[in-house]
């Protein structure tokens, strides 16, 4: 199963429906965002995925959780997600808070840690923990935009942009 990743959208519409469109090429399904959505427009934008989302520390719009629950179903935006995907346990969490990010990392209870929030790419293994960042797709950064894509069979990540 390979499955789509991305962050801090930062309300960028028009990269983010490049990174959809090129989701949707290859069969992706399933997207988790690991949070700063920012505005209801891009919640709008990925129905018809399966999505989860992480809380972001720039998602302040009051909408975005009434929005995510009819567009995406109940629990689909919380703080932190335990995901279990294809036998694979995930953490799915934004990344603001270093301490839990770095005990989630070293709790040897997740198999992949996907975050956002440094708009930086990150593929790194801490012991059997793969941790990635897909960078960001909206928003100003020192870095390219970007989003990635995972296999979960064999734990590659393609980093792409839009």
Request: charged residues 25%; glycine residues 8%.
């Amino acid at each position: 199963m390979r499955i789509g990743l991305i962050s801090d959208t930062h309300n960028n519409l028009k990269n983010t429906r490049q990174a959809l469109k090129r989701f949707r090429a290859e069969r992706i399904t399933t997207i988790l965002h690991a949070g700063d959505v920012t505005g209801p427009a891009v919640i709008q934008a990925l129905k018809g995925f399966e999505v989860w989302i992480a809380w972001g520390n720039m998602d302040r719009d009051p909408t975005i959780q009434e929005i995510a629950a009819t567009v995406l179903g109940d629990g689909k935006l919380d703080t932190l997600h335990h995901l279990v995907l294809e036998g694979q346990r995930i953490a799915l969490l934004h990344g603001d808070d270093a301490q839990r990010l770095d005990a989630l990392i070293h709790s040897k209870d997740y198999d992949y840690v996907i975050h956002g929030h440094t708009h930086q790419r990150r593929d790194e293994r801490v012991q059997q923990t793969h941790i990635i960042n897909p960078g960001a797709l909206g928003g100003t950064s020192l870095f390219p935009p970007s989003f990635a894509i995972l296999d979960l069979q064999t734990g590659d990540v393609e980093f792409l942009e839009p």
